[in-house]
């Protein structure tokens, strides 16, 4: 997981620079398809229309304090705040949609059988991220955006569910001894300060056989906090902005 974050970090940052080129790019569907902040399978928009009652389940978040140093310490009671909030967001984002949430109550059975759909959910993100967004991005890879976590049929047969919204997302939190750095290379401007800690989430509409049929993945520095209701809102509202539509 922690991989997974700190390897798209970096291409996120960037993500704006490399749209310009065309290094990776020669035919105009691919650049266009290469140009759009979400990825989705060809057949996204009939396939997403047939989902009526998604099953959207807590959200896989983790958040960080971040000390002046770059260490980053794992807080379980910042993690489960953030994930009470994206998950909130999310169901308030999807209520425009006409389509009959699934938000159950979980049984272990199935939390332990989300998080191997969790953990496969990151490592297929590094692999999209990787073919699909980086500045050499596969043409093959963009045309025909085809990837899959496996078949959920049996979990959303338990749930009369007929999708499922993956979210996974990290948010670092700078310490006060890393803010004071920060403050302190803002007014000097022979001191180099620390950079903010970043926020980030990566969202997948997943139908009954597994496959993902739209992603987004996005990320920014200093700007979120997942910790925060208004903020999560403000930041589930811009990944999703062009998330396809339901039940249609």
């Not at 699934?102 to 059975?109: F, G, I, S, V």
């Not at 997302?169 to 006060?176: A, C, H, K, W």
């Not at 022979?190 to 739209?214: E, H, K, N, Q």
């Amino acid at each position: 997981m922690s991989r997974w974050r700190h390897s798209t970090l970096a291409g996120i940052s960037v993500l704006g620079l490399s749209l310009l080129g065309t290094g990776c790019v020669s035919m105009p569907e691919t650049y266009r398809a290469y140009q759009r902040p979400y990825r989705s399978h060809p057949e996204a928009a009939a396939r997403s229309r047939a989902i009526r009652a998604p099953l959207v389940i807590p959200p896989d978040i983790k958040i960080y304090a971040l000390s002046a140093g770059g260490v980053e310490e794992l807080r379980d009671d910042w993690s489960a705040a953030g994930r009470d909030n994206v998950l909130k967001a999310l169901r308030e984002r999807l209520r425009g949609q006409r389509v009959e949430l699934r938000t159950p109550a979980l049984d272990k059975e199935t939390l332990d059988a989300l998080e191997e759909i969790h953990a496969l959910f990151r490592a297929v993100s590094l692999t999209i991220f990787r073919y699909t967004y980086s500045t050499y991005a596969f043409h093959t890879k963009l045309e025909n955006f085809d990837y899959s976590v496996g078949s959920i049929d049996r979990i959303l047969q338990k749930y009369g569910a007929d999708g499922l919204i993956l979210v996974y997302g990290f948010d670092q939190i700078s310490t006060d001894g890393r803010r004071a750095l920060q403050t302190l290379g803002a007014i000097l401007p022979f001191v180099s300060g620390p950079s903010a800690g970043t926020t980030g989430l990566s969202v997948a509409l997943v139908d009954r056989s597994g496959t993902i049929l739209w992603y987004m993945i996005d990320a920014s520095e200093g700007r979120y906090d997942l910790r925060d209701p208004e903020s999560a809102s403000g930041f589930v509202a811009r990944v999703l902005t062009d998330f396809p539509r339901l039940g249609q």
